[in-house]
């Protein structure tokens, strides 16, 4: 996700007045549901960097 993206995305979970709203162009989706899926994508990705650097030796 580019800073640009994160930083409006960060911008609308602020002002939302309720996180539970279904999203206006979407299927059922809101807010808290599309934080929480960038949360675990996120920290999928961490973990295979962690795995990475493990198996490479590069580990601190």
């Given at each position: 996700?580019a800073?640009a993206d994160?930083?409006?995305?960060?911008?609308?979970?602020?002002?939302?007045?309720?996180?539970?709203?279904?999203?206006?162009?979407?299927?059922?989706?809101n807010?808290l549901?599309?934080?929480?899926?960038?949360?675990?994508?996120?920290?999928?990705?961490?973990?295979?960097?962690?795995?990475?650097?493990?198996?490479l030796?590069?580990?601190?």
């Amino acid at each position: 996700m580019a800073a640009a993206d994160r930083t409006r995305f960060l911008k609308h979970l602020r002002q939302a007045p309720d996180l539970l709203a279904p999203l206006p162009q979407g299927t059922g989706q809101n807010l808290l549901r599309e934080a929480l899926l960038i949360a675990d994508h996120n920290a999928y990705h961490v973990g295979q960097i962690v795995l990475v650097r493990r198996l490479l030796g590069a580990w601190e």
